[in-house]
């Protein structure tokens, strides 16, 4: 299977007035398309700057990184958020809903910035909604939602350019047991369908739903094991 996310020798240095700080330190990995990953690791491990630089909301101060055959470091600024916006969807802990935006008007968002045309968006946004278990709530806001809720509507604005990656960072942290482990079972479920995941999180129990896990300390990948998950 071909590779989808390729890092060789990947760094990020920060400084901190005279001091410099390797918050990733020549991390090398594959992701094939298709794949569940995790990244796990304790705060300061590099796993949330390994995740900004997948998605392309920073950049490397070494090293290449190459996502779904696009180099990301030969990207200019404009360029960059094009490419994000169509190849990579992202979900968070804290949702990031537009609370004067209906769960529809949400889902949209990334199409109006993709160029598409109304009709075609919105017909796209409801069959997400539905595919994510929500058909008959898109007229709802998000402080009309459960947090679940809020959090499918999130998976499904992720979804709505058919992207090539779905980035996924603590997706169940502000989430009950219950319904967490409801929104894992959606991920692993959108995987089957062919959707590559790779989330983000502290949570060995997240971790386990994934089919790979891949475990930093200071900067570094320690260990990349496969699991019995599918």
Do not use: W
Not at 147 to 167: F, H, N
Not at 188 to 205: E, S, Y
């Amino acid at each position: 299977m071909a590779a989808l996310i390729t890092a060789r020798m990947l760094a990020k240095i920060y400084r901190m007035g005279e001091e410099r700080v390797r918050a990733l330190d020549g991390v090398d990995f594959d992701i094939d398309e298709g794949e569940f990953a995790a990244i796990v690791g304790p705060s300061g491990s590099g796993k949330s700057t390994l995740m900004n630089l997948i998605g392309g909301l920073d950049r490397a101060s070494d090293g290449v990184l190459t996502i779904a055959g696009g180099t990301l470091a030969k990207m200019n600024d404009a360029t960059l958020a094009a490419f994000r916006n169509k190849r990579i969807g992202f979900v968070f802990q804290s949702f990031n809903l537009l609370p004067r935006l209906s769960a529809l008007e949400n889902v949209e968002l990334p199409m109006i910035y993709a160029g598409v045309p109304p009709a075609k968006r919105r017909k796209r946004a409801a069959e997400l909604l539905a595919q994510v278990g929500l058909g008959e709530r898109g007229r709802h806001r998000p402080t009309q939602l459960s947090g679940g809720q809020q959090q499918r509507v999130a998976i499904a604005r992720a979804l709505s350019c058919s992207p090539s990656l779905l980035l996924a960072d603590e997706p169940t942290g502000a989430l009950d047991t219950k319904t967490g482990t409801e929104i894992l079972g959606l991920f692993k479920q959108l995987n089957r369908d062919g959707v590559t995941i790779v989330i983000v999180t502290h949570d060995p129990g997240v971790a386990a739903n994934a089919q790979r896990v891949i475990e930093m300390r200071d900067g570094r990948i320690v260990a990349d094991r496969r699991t019995e998950t599918r």
